[in-house]
């Protein structure tokens, strides 16, 4: 059974920066592309990072490129998301999802398994 048990959340001044954890379990990590993907209050699923299986690819959205690093240790069964100059409109719930095959889902519809989220507040 596929889970993704995400931590890290919390509330963080503008400028700020917060580290983001997903642990997996029930399936091989290695073998599929992971992503970040967040939810602001009143808005839609919005895609936000994904690295591929052995992490040598990574991509982001235009709104947080340059911000946050996207990384994973597939020997820990893990997946990151270190956010830095971290700014209001970043707020939002925060998931952790698992791809469908090696390659970095770069889509919300490529995504098969969610965690339940942690709740990113940027506000001073």
């Known amino acids: 059974q596929v889970q993704l048990v995400e931590s890290g959340g919390g509330l963080a001044q503008p400028g700020g920066s917060l580290r983001l954890s997903c642990a997996t379990s029930?399936?091989?990590?290695?073998?599929?592309?992971m992503a970040w993907a967040r939810q602001a209050p009143g808005k839609g699923l919005e895609w936000v990072s994904a690295?591929?299986?052995?992490?040598?690819?990574?991509y982001y959205a235009n709104s947080v490129r340059g911000r946050f690093t996207i990384s994973r240790d597939n020997a820990k069964n893990m997946v990151y998301l270190q956010m830095n100059s971290l700014q209001p409109e970043d707020t939002a719930l925060y998931y952790c999802?698992?791809?469908?095959?090696?390659?970095?889902?770069?889509?919300?519809?490529?995504?098969?398994?969610w965690g339940q989220g942690t709740l990113v507040t940027v506000s001073l």
């Open positions: 690295i591929n299986g052995d992490g040598s690819e990574t």
């Open positions: 029930g399936f091989t990590i290695s073998w599929y592309g």
């Open positions: 999802a698992k791809g469908q095959e090696f390659l970095a889902p770069r889509e919300v519809e490529a995504l098969n398994a």
